[in-house]
């Protein structure tokens, strides 16, 4: 995972951020895959894409923040 030591927390943020607010009206897409999800109608591959798109970047911040956490904590 060096190359998630690479990339600055700002840049992995604002990513994070913008793609997980995408598009802004009239609701984000992660939120309404997130919503398809819970419901069961979350059937279709571009629906799943969507899901994986959207929310990828959220997930790589976390590692980041855990793997800054572990670092911080070993020192």
């Known amino acids: 995972m ?5 990339v600055p927390l700002s840049v992995i943020f604002i990513i994070a951020l913008f793609l997980a607010l995408a598009p802004f009206l ?12 819970v419901g ?6 571009i629906d799943i ?16 923040l855990i793997r800054l956490s572990s670092q911080k904590k070993s020192q």
Request: positive net charge.
């Open 26 to 37: 009239p609701e984000p897409h992660l939120w309404q895959k997130l919503k398809m999800l």
């Open 40 to 45: 069961g109608t979350l059937v279709k591959p």
């Open 2 to 6: 060096k190359w998630l030591d690479k």
């Open 49 to 64: 894409f969507d899901l994986v798109w959207h929310g990828a970047p959220l997930v790589i911040l976390v590692l980041k």
